[in-house]
């Protein structure tokens, strides 16, 4: 009876593992998503709504569709609460500086939007084994690589190799984007983004989703609000 007891929590522990398992939200954690999507990268954005409504809305703003339906690009996704981030904190600069706040995506410059939306698109299809080891603290020997974004905005793509059981570099692998005003700077300058998921295939190429809560829309929202002013915001 007690071996039966046993046996039915541990199939009970197993089935709560499995269900857990089952629910994990790729956007949040690191690792590898379903791999093929039968559709273009602009579908396979739209079959996520809850997560890519704005990132949708702004492709729409920029007048970017194209893009995403047919041409063959790398794309870093961003999800709905990096814009969030980003307008929290130009709200918050506007209001302290005595200005209207924005209430909607399409008061921010069209320019701005195409400016910060580019830097996610890579022209070819980049899986993560295509892209080189980076290692902040050993940047000379492993840099990664600085690739030229959609609108030939300089950006580092690495894949980071964590340690694991105190062996260097035998852990899993993360995949990050990295933004930098001035290349000649090292890594602790940079506004960089770890991957959540990586390796989604679309038939256009290839989408790597962002950890959400570790990113603002643009990288650098200080950029981002100077730019809004720079072109002027509509906020009437």
Known sequence: MKNKYVSLIA???LMVMLFAACKKDYYQDTGLAKGKFNGTVLEYLQSKPQYFSKLLEVITLTKME???KNETITFFAPS???FDSTISVVNQTLFLTGKDTITKLSQVPVP??????????????YMLNDIPQIDPLQYKTYPGVFMRSYDS??????????????????????????????????PMYWFSAPVASSNIEPT????????????YFGFSPF????RCLQYGLDLH
């Open 66 to 68: 194209n893009v995403f």
């Open 223 to 226: 950029e981002f609000y100077s």
């Open 112 to 125: 701005v939007w195409r400016e910060m939306l580019s830097r996610y698109i890579f022209k070819g299809k």
């Open 153 to 186: 905005i300089p950006m580092n793509l690495g894949v980071v190799y964590n340690d694991e059981g105190g062996a260097q570099y035998a852990g899993y692998r993360q995949l990050r984007i990295s933004y930098t005003p001035d290349i000649s700077q090292p």
């Open 204 to 215: 256009n190429g290839a989408v790597h989703v962002l950890v959400f809560s570790q990113h």
């Open 80 to 82: 709905n609460p990096c």
């Open 11 to 13: 199939g009970f522990t």
